[in-house]
């Protein structure tokens, strides 16, 4: 670790992006000097750079998942590729674990990748002429892990992603889940630290894709990666985040867990983006409850703080009576009215 | 009115039509009218070449060179060293293969020279006996593929040896077993090459397009004059031009590996080299094989041809055959070369999708099952020759080596039928054959030597200009001007009418063909295999039936020509017919059209692009045959590069005709191709 981090170990962000910008287009550099840091995509575009990133700053703790959201050309996938130095950045600073990637050699970054990185593509990007236990362990013979052991592990990892009895599949004989699933299982063979997955769903089917998403939620809860995880599906980013940056023209316009992105949307983009979205999907009780009033009559009911508002109105409503809201070691904390499930679930965005 | 032209394509053509009518009526043949013919102002080109080519054979860069005879320092020139010593090495390794398979000394004698040899008459390196070959085969097969291919390999060798014809096969074996690889791995390296830079892209683009549409008889007398007389030689030839298509496919293949499967690459941790061999190599490895495939059988349709300049084998029996008309002959030499491509062929192509069984947990014997077999049948195959030797008192040991044409042969069959077609159908035959050259074929040719120049050129650059553009009428316009400047324009002219007519006849036929299967998915795979089969042979093979039933003549030329180049135009057909999107049809067919209006409005229209790429080729197809079927005895460009080939100094005109030749494929090329790419990105297919 270079000494010159001053953040300590324990809480250093594993990813962190201070004034990112990619641009491209042949004078990129130039434009960007004489802009001063302030970009503005449309003049930009006019003097023929395109404007990929512009100046994202964010962090990314241990263990956590990030979702980057945006609509299709808001520079998702250029984010994504600016960490994994896919791309080179134009300009800012990007850390991993405390190291500059940006100015790694190109022996330190394979490094990196071979050790730490796990990546998925959207188009699953595996090698046609591999079976499904080749492409496993593709990464682990890369990295010149024996024969024997890579194989073994990669057997692992099949069996991990549910693929056992497939093995000396090619992938032209699997269909699009199950090429995913290959696609998956390769990334984490390694055992990354950080595992990046560009639109792993979006070229699947919307029944095979909720599928995928549960095996990804287990998966995760079995591994605790931390993950960069992009999507052009807010119901995706709902169902995993657990904080979403929400993109638009290379610009990251709000970066907050769920809940504060639909409840206080900073910008208009983001309020547009966000008035669709049911909120008793991303709502927690605990944002809706009431102080703990003795005198009223509760019901036995008791319910989590932490609960998703969607998962337990059916509950509340059958009880008749407030129900008790409790926190994690079971202390009451509030009281939980059948009106206020009401209006979240049918009451405009002005009551609240 | 000139807008209403520039509007209408079909304007245009009326048009430039009666432009070149009139130009034909009006100008009078003269040999001083520059309008008539140019002046061959490039005449001396050949000249040059020759001398440039003498120069650096003979005196370019001397260098010192040591002479064990004289004991002492020679000047001797830097290029005739080189490929001095690249043919011996080519040659070494052809006759170890060729001794490995036959028994001989050459190999012996490379390490000890011939005194030592003649001495010791006991060092002669003894051949395998055909049984282990054969044997051999089987078991390789079966290693590889499985049943089928082992029983393949099998049939294909038993059939060369019982038939007399072991020894001109394995020495036609032996060298493709040589040129094949290296062509292989030069296409490869520079396809590879080419990927990575786009200077070498661009260099070698218009390299490959000239070699890959020169006639195969023109490479034959440059290769000679470089590196002399024999199986090297051929083998050099066979490279040369079995190379182009490995480039194209290696190319082609890597630019189509996606952007993703490389990133994931490099995610996951790839070096430069290891994603080269370990990602994009493999990925790009589907056109690769193509490729491969097409190297083969390049390098057995080259058997032939490279006869001419010394390679032994079964090309070289081939020719003496057709030379002298024994077409029974002919043809089991054919199906050899036929076998021989298509084992080649398959077991290339198994060898490459070989899978590893990871989890096998096999002993010794288990492991090394093939390889035990084949020792096994060594000792067995050479037991039994060894007894041979005193079972057969009599004759050749037939359980060692079968001489040559010492086998069964059907010959006699096969000249029975043919003497009795020509009994039978004699008049017919010659009457047909009468009616076609004078009533068709003479009229045709006069009208294409009756065109002054300057019609010629103002139509085909029209078209050009019609169809692709002014870039396409330039392009055009420089490619014939070239051959316009030698003194062979006439000549050129000829081999051009013999090529219209054929590609003509050819796309009617491949047309129809194609369209008729295209309608049914069994018949759709029957074609297909068929035209894949038919495109093995190599093309001398299709000279075999049309000498038989016509004889010496145009006819037989203009047939061969007809089925050779059928099979690219029947291919590209239903390949295009096919590709047209279901949807479509139904739509067609919902709306209540007839099928031949919707093979006319819809599927045509659509498919057309993808066909008139296989006119494309069918127009390369036909020139090959054209200058190949001078054999036959024609009177254009084929003729004289086959003289040149007799000739010393025949290197200038064997380039310059062979040029010539390329540029009328290229301009026919550029043509179609721009005019294709333009349609299909206008329909928006791919
Ligand atoms: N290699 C490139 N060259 C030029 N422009 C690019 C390149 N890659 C992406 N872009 C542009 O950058 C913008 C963001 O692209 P991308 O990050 O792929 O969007 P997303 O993944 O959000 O759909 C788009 O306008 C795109 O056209
Ligand atoms: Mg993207």
Redesign the pocket.
């Known amino acids: 670790m270079p000494s010159e981090v001053v953040i300590s170990e324990t809480d250093q962000p594993v990813v962190q992006c201070d004034s990112v910008y990619?641009i491209?287009?042949d004078n990129a550099i130039r434009m960007l000097q004489s802009a001063n840091g302030v970009v503005d995509s449309k003049s930009f575009h006019e003097a023929g750079c395109?404007?990929?990133?512009n100046n994202a700053s964010f962090e990314v703790n241990t263990g956590e998942l990030l979702i980057i959201m945006?609509?299709?050309?808001?520079?998702?996938?250029?984010?994504?590729?600016c960490i994994s130095r896919l791309?080179e950045a134009t300009a800012g600073k990007i850390f991993i674990e405390g190291e500059d990637i940006l100015s790694m050699s190109s022996k330190q970054l394979i490094e990196l990748r071979r050790n730490k990185m796990g990546m998925v593509f959207q188009s699953f990007a595996l090698l046609p002429d591999k079976t499904v236990l080749e492409n496993i362990a593709f990464p682990l013979q890369i990295k010149g892990t024996g024969t024997q052991e890579s194989i073994k592990r990669a057997k692992d990892m099949v069996d991990l992603v549910g693929l056992d009895g497939r093995e000396n599949y090619f992938p032209r004989q699997l269909s699009g889940g199950q090429q995913q699933r290959v696609g998956i299982a390769r990334s984490l063979a390694v055992e990354p630290d950080i595992w990046f997955l560009?639109?792993p769903f979006s070229a699947l089917d919307p029944l095979i894709r909720k599928e995928m998403q549960d095996e990804f939620l287990r998966l995760q809860s079995v591994l605790s990666k931390t993950i960069l995880f992009?999507t052009?599906d807010f119901d995706e980013a709902l169902r995993l985040a657990d904080r979403i940056a929400i993109?638009k023209d290379?610009v990251i316009e709000q970066l907050d867990t769920p809940a504060n992105i639909v409840l206080h949307p900073a910008t208009d983009y983001v309020d547009k983006f966000t008035k669709e979205v049911p909120r008793e999907r991303i709502l927690r009780v605990e944002s809706i409850m009431d102080p703990v009033d003795p005198a009223e009559d509760v019901s036995d009911l008791r319910i989590s703080k932490d609960a998703i508002i969607g998962t337990v109105a059916e509950a509340v409503f059958s009880a008749g009576k407030p129900v008790t809201v409790v926190d994690k070691n079971q202390t009451v904390v509030g009281a939980l009215h059948a009106s206020k499930v009401v209006s979240v679930l049918f009451g405009s965005r002005a009551e609240h | 009115m000139i807008d209403a032209i520039l509007q209408n394509r079909k304007l245009q053509f009326v048009v430039l039509l009666i432009v070149f009518t009139l130009l034909c009526v009006i100008i009078t043949p003269s040999d001083t009218n520059i309008f008539w013919r140019l002046p061959p102002l490039i005449k001396g080109l050949p000249l040059a070449i020759n001398d440039s080519v003498e120069y650096l054979m003979s005196d370019w860069f001397p260098i010192d060179i040591y002479d064990p005879e004289i004991d002492d320092y020679e000047q001797k020139p830097l290029l005739s060293q080189i490929t001095r010593s690249l043919s011996s090495v080519i040659l070494f390794l052809i006759n170890l293969i060729r001794e490995l398979l036959l028994g001989g000394v050459k190999t012996i004698v490379t390490f000890t020279g011939w005194d030592w040899a003649s001495e010791n008459t006991w060092a002669r390196w003894p051949a395998l006996p055909w049984t282990v070959v054969a044997s051999g085969a089987v078991i390789l097969g079966y290693a590889l593929k499985g049943l089928r291919l082992a029983i393949l390999a099998g049939l294909a060798f038993v059939y060369i040896a019982v038939f007399g014809q072991w020894e001109p096969s394995m020495e036609t074996l032996s060298f493709v077993l040589i040129a094949a690889p290296v062509s292989v791995f030069l296409g490869l390296v520079l396809g590879v090459w080419a990927y990575k830079s786009r200077v070498v892209e661009m260099v070698l683009n218009p390299i490959l397009n000239v070699a890959q549409t020169m006639p195969h008889f023109s490479y034959l007398v440059p290769v000679t004059v470089f590196f002399g007389i024999g199986d090297h030689a051929g083998a050099i030839a066979t490279v040369i031009f079995a190379t182009p298509p490995m480039v194209r496919l290696t190319l082609l293949g890597l630019k189509k590996v996606s952007a993703e499967v490389i990133e994931a690459g490099m995610m996951n941790g790839c070096t430069e080299r290891q994603l080269l061999y370990r990602v994009q190599i493999p990925s790009a490895r589907r056109d690769m094989l193509i490729g491969v495939n097409q190297v083969i059988m390049q390098c057995l349709a080259m058997t032939v041809i490279a006869s001419f300049i010394g390679a032994k084998g079964l090309g070289h029996n081939l020719l003496l055959a057709l030379n002298q008309l024994r077409i029974g002959q002919a043809l089991e030499l054919g199906i050899c070369i036929v076998l021989i491509a298509v084992v080649l062929d398959r077991m290339s192509l198994a060898w490459a999708n070989k899978q590893t069984d990871y989890f096998a947990d096999l002993s010794f014997v288990a492991r090394h099952k093939f390889s035990l077999l084949f020792l096994a049948v060594f000792m067995a195959g050479t037991i039994l020759a060894y007894v041979g030797t005193f079972l057969i008192k009599e004759g050749p040991n037939y359980l060692y080596l079968i001489p040559h044409n010492k086998g069964i042969t059907t010959e006699q069959f096969w000249q029975a039928g043919v003497d009795w077609v020509w009994e039978t159908f004699f008049y017919v035959l010659k009457g047909f054959n009468e009616w076609l050259i004078k009533g068709v074929l003479l009229p045709i040719k006069n009208a294409y030597l009756g065109m002054p120049i300057v019609a010629t050129f103002i139509l085909t650059m029209g078209i050009a200009y019609i169809l692709g553009g002014v870039r396409s009428s330039l392009i055009v316009g420089a490619l014939l001007l070239f051959i316009a400047l030698t003194e062979w324009w006439d000549r050129a002219l000829i081999t051009a009418y013999l090529m219209t007519v054929g590609v003509v006849v050819s796309t009617v036929f491949g047309v129809i063909a194609g369209t008729l299967c295209a309608q049914n998915n069994l018949a759709t795979r029957f074609m297909l295999t068929v035209c894949d089969t038919l495109q093995t042979f190599p093309s001398f093979i299709y000279l075999i039936p049309v000498i038989m039933l016509f004889g010496i003549t145009d006819t037989s030329v203009l047939f061969a020509v007809i089925v050779y180049a059928t099979i690219p135009a029947t291919r590209y057909t239903i390949e295009g017919l096919r590709s047209v999107p279901a949807q479509l049809h139904e739509a067609g067919s919902m709306s209540g059209v007839s099928w031949l209006q919707r093979w006319l409005t819809i599927e045509l229209p659509l498919s057309l692009p993808h066909m008139m790429l296989g006119i494309n080729q069918t127009v390369v197809f036909a020139l090959f045959m054209v200058i190949i079927a001078a054999m036959i005895g024609t009177d254009d460009l084929g003729q004289l590069i086959l003289k040149s080939l007799s000739d010393r100094h025949g290197v200038g005109n064997g380039l310059t005709l062979g040029l010539c030749v390329a540029f009328i494929g290229l301009a026919v090329d550029q043509v179609i191709r721009t005019w294709a790419d333009e349609r299909k990105r206008l329909l928006g297919i791919d």
């Open positions: 990619k491209f287009g395109i404007v990929g990133v945006g609509l299709s050309g808001s520079g998702k996938s250029t984010l994504l590729r791309t560009d639109e992009v052009h993109m290379g």
